[in-house]
């Protein structure tokens, strides 16, 4: 007999597997993960039609199929049906046991089939749910594990609409779960089963409280003892109690466990996260066997919050500082390791926070678990978000999501709040098709839901705060909506989306003026930001690093000043994956305080300064480390520009190539000098009392003259007021300027602007590049472009994009025939041009919309030999319509 050797190896591996949960079952409860080896089919099919294997590839588990499709393209990734399908073998051990399949999530609505037989269908995405198999196993055989995923737009599970991309998958983890056939209650929407609280709780004394229900699904009565140990994070026991229950065969009672009074607890706060531990035991009174056991971590503490002095944690004021995060990562979309999750909780304690939303539905079990470890109080949600269905179904998944969130989190010390709704009225507000009595219905429906689940929030759960998060509109006043819950936060972009980042406090003050019992919290804002972008003089919605740096140090100022506020979360932690997004980085929502890959933007460090009280100093522009710029009216070789320093130090002294330039009191945190760099190696070295930075600045400084030009290559951004620093390349970028005899720059023409408050010329993704900042912005209508550059042969290449999608269409039509052509005028704003390079046409008749479409990004190369002294001369000649070019570079060969 011949035995290959994936045979044998599986062989091994289910004997191994056997015995391990065999020594298992001697706990009362086993959980295992099954993540490993799934296969996994794109699109959907019935299940008794045969699939080519070749059309499954082996996956593991979290995993998601549109951790590549929702950032390429249109942004108009895979909504639809995945299957994933595995093999389980289920030890003959395991027989007079109950066994579970338990999923931590999977987006979003879930069927599940084991054995062709189904077994449980869940909907919504976010939150866990699980299933009994035990009369559907085969012992010591395979099982086939079939599940049926579909993340397609449903009115009837929220989130109907939202600022983040919907990723389809299994991606959280997957467990088998085995327990006694008499356990604590495991079909209580896939929660413990247990839960703990503190009741009459002081500084002095306090008292635990342990509840559930106890299940016996065995053919007799039985005896039994519930215990819970109550031990300190040495594992000292600190106290005890018991209850005694007799349970006949097939039925279900409550428990319920109230300490004696423990004296001086020790308290959970942010600064001292310390953590019991309650061991809660079914123990079988004949003999002494235990049936099954829950271990969970707790934390005492109390809260409260004021509509006058904000919030309070065991008693003492508390300033909630912190940010939003999604659960998405570079790479991965949302299937991600236990190990990011925890990461990032780490990264936003690291940077001062207290304080975390986690936004817009409930997160990995791994983050709130890190929460209670680290010390961040947390605000859980569900995902109502922009909008409701006004059907049954809808607001059963909306309460169905609500129970399970808060069962399934109830034991977190770390969350103090539950929200239900974000945003809701937004897509109401500005749907202008809307009737009056489409708007009247669509209130209507929006407040019975919003009272139902406040309702049951507030049964589940009366000492947690209610929350719900409103964008800037006083629809949500005028329909009362925000008097339902016991806390509002309001989402402001002052300064973004709207002009004045100083409009925030009044905003602010009026709300409080005009209702002044309701506790307020600043729940998202934040500007968009590129770490590739840079400016010295920051505008509204350019995407720069700089105004990011503005727009914080505005809102943590009006937010720490006023006492009613109970505290602010940026949006967002980190940039995440946003499908419909249209900004400097395709289909990613920028408003993080790190990228994507969790690399921290300067203001990462601006919070730092703020926050924390051990001493911070962090000289900004790491991600601006290679420079080029002209020298400075006063020549010598120099350019200076200002390097700006966060700290909570009273001062700081900064050396640039080991001389000092002085020391400098700090203002807001901030510490701003001016620094003479030269071509060359920079070196920075702050120091403010005993602690230093250092950071490198590589700047290459063209002269006044360019003719006194060691040259390499200058790159201009048309049209732009920024630098912008090509990641893959290394090359950098220089905002446009006016030419200067002997300099660079361009002779006249205008920045093409959408719209006149911004910077950013067209608000769309350019196809055909990563580098959508070149090609956003340009110059409209420009005599030219002159390089006062010394004779020599040179490389010039120029960017082009055609920002108007009506002309782009609309152009081929115009050359349809020539018949067409001589008969018709093209619209007035196709644009037709000829470009010259010092008297030569390189380019005759172009036609961007024509030959390439709107937002499509266009490159072209030309050799050009200047000579005679007359450096390169580029001519824009306009055959019909304005010229635009978006980018030039000029390289010496």
């Known amino acids: 007999m011949k035995y290959n050797t994936m045979t044998m190896c599986k062989g091994v591996l289910i004997l191994i597997q056997a015995i391990l949960w065999s020594t298992a079952l001697g706990q ?13 089919h794109k699109g959907d099919f019935r299940q008794d039609t045969k699939v080519e294997e070749s059309d499954w590839q082996t996956v593991n588990i979290p995993h998601t199929w549109n951790q590549k499709d929702a950032f390429e393209g249109n942004g108009k990734y895979y909504r639809g049906v995945g299957w994933y399908r595995k093999a389980v073998i289920i030890p003959e ?19 599940v089939f084991l054995n062709h037989e ?77 839960f703990v609280k503190a009741e009459d709780l002081s500084e002095a004394s306090g008292k635990l409280k342990v509840w559930g229900k106890v299940k016996n699904e065995e053919a007799l009565t039985k005896r039994l003892l519930v215990k819970s140990v109550l031990k300190d994070a040495d594992g000292h026991t600190v106290m005890e109690t018991s209850q005694k229950l007799k349970l006949a065969q097939g039925t279900t009672t409550d428990f319920m466990l109230m300490s004696k009074a423990i004296t001086q607890p020790h308290l959970w706060s942010p600064e001292d996260p310390y953590l019991y531990t309650v061991e809660t035991k079914l123990i079988e009174q004949k003999t002494g066997k235990v049936l099954d056991e829950v271990e969970t971590s707790f934390g005492f503490r109390w809260f409260s919050i004021d509509a006058d002095k904000g919030f309070f944690l065991n008693g003492k004021h508390l300033k909630l500082v912190g940010a939003n995060r999604h659960q998405d990562y570079k790479g991965l979309g949302n299937a991600l ?84 709704m974000n945003e809701i009225f937004i897509r109401m507000v500005f749907n202008r098709k809307m009737t009056k009595e489409d708007k009247d219905a669509k209130i209507d429906a929006t407040l019975r839901l919003a009272r139902k689940l406040e309702d049951i929030t507030r049964t589940e759960d009366a000492e947690r705060i209610t929350v719900m998060a409103l964008h800037g509109d006083q629809v949500y006043n005028e329909t009362g909506i925000a008097d339902i819950p016991q806390l ?86 980190a940039d995440f994956g946003s499908a419909g997004r249209h900004d400097t980085r395709p289909f990613i929502n920028q408003k993080g305080l790190m990228n994507y890959d969790r690399q921290p933007k300067d203001v990462y460090y601006l919070y730092q300064s703020y926050l924390l009280k051990e001493p911070v100093l ?71 009392g005993k602690t230093e930075d250092q950071l490198i600045i590589s700047f290459d400084v063209v002269p006044q003259e360019l003719s006194a030009y060691n040259f390499g290559e200058i790159n201009v951004n048309a049209g732009a007021g920024y630098w912008f620093n090509d990641e893959t390349t290394g090359e950098v970028w220089m905002p446009d ?80 025939s020539a018949s067409k052509q001589q008969n ?19 380019l005759e008749g172009f036609n961007i919309g024509k030959e390439f479409g709107a937002f499509y990004g266009v490159e072209k190369t030309y050799s050009v030999k200047a000579e005679n002294g007359e450096g390169i001369q580029i001519v824009f000649e306009s055959l019909h319509g304005q010229p635009l070019v978006s980018a030039l570079k000029v390289r010496k060969q």
Request: charged share 25%; with cysteine; glycine share 8%.
């Open 618 to 688: 962090k000289i900004t522009g790491g991600a601006f480390a290679k420079r080029q710029a002209m020298e400075g009216e006063s020549g010598k070789g120099v350019c200076n520009q200002d390097v700006i320093i966060f700290t909570n130090q009273p001062s700081v002294e900064l050396f640039h190539n080991g001389k000092s330039l002085g020391i400098k009191n700090a203002l807001e945190k901030q510490v701003v000098f001016s620094v003479p760099f030269k071509s060359g190696d920079n070196t920075l070295k702050a120091i403010a």
């Open 28 to 40: 009362g409860r086993h959980s295992e993960t099954i993540n490993t080896g799934w296969q996994f």
């Open 737 to 816: 300027r006016k030419y200067q005899k002997g300099q660079w720059g361009y002779i006249e023409g205008e920045p093409y602007r959408k719209d006149n408050r911004t910077w950013q010329g067209v608000p769309r993704n350019i196809e055909g590049t990563d580098n959508d900042p070149l090609f956003q912005n340009m110059r409209v209508n420009p005599k030219g472009y002159t390089f006062d550059v010394t004779d020599g042969n040179y490389e010039v290449t120029l960017y082009f994009v055609e920002p108007n999608a009506k002309v782009a269409n609309e152009s081929a039509i115009y050359e349809l």
């Open 337 to 420: 390791p236990n190990a990011i999750h925890r990461k990032d909780m780490k990264l936003l304690k690291e940077m001062g926070a207290n304080f975390i939303r986690i936004a817009h539905y409930p997160h990995d079990p791994e983050v709130y678990k890190a929460c209670d470890e680290l010390g961040l109080l947390s605000w859980s949600e569900i995902p109502v978000i922009n909008d409701v269905t006004d059907t049954e179904e809808y607001f059963k998944v909306c309460t169905d999501m609500q129970l399970e969130h808060i069962r399934q989190n109830y034991n977190h010390p770390s969350i103090v709040m539950w929200g239900y």
């Open 824 to 842: 018709e005028t093209p619209r007035q704003d196709v644009r037709i041009f000829n470009v010259k390079m010092n008297g030569k046409t390189v």
């Open 118 to 194: 189904p077994i449980g269908h869940h909907r919504g995405g976010y939150n866990a749910f699980r299933y009994d198999i035990t009369d559907i196993v085969q012992y010591g055989k395979t099982n086939q594990l079939r599940v049926k995923l579909d993340n397609r737009h449903n009115w009837n599970i929220p989130p109907l609409d939202a600022d983040f991309t919907f990723y389809g998958g299994i991606y959280r983890d997957v467990h088998l779960i085995t327990v006694s056939p008499t356990h604590f209650e495991m079909d209580n929407y896939a929660s413990d089963g247990v």
């Open 93 to 111: 051990d395991w027989k007079g046991r109950k066994i579970y399949l338990h999923f931590e999530a999977a987006n979003q609505e879930t069927q």
């Open 488 to 573: 509002i936060g309001w989402n402001l972009y002052y300064g973004w989306y709207v002009d004045d980042i100083y409009g925030l406090g009044k905003f602010l003050d009026e709300e409080h003026r005009n209702h002044p019992e309701r506790p307020l919290f600043l729940s998202e804002y934040g500007p968009g930001a590129d770490t590739r972008i840079n400016t010295f003089t920051p505008k509204i919605y350019d995407f720069s690093a700089d105004y990011q740096r503005l727009y914080h140090s505005g809102y943590l100022t009006q937010i720490l000043e006023r006492d009613y506020m109970a505290g602010m979360t940026a949006w967002n932690f």
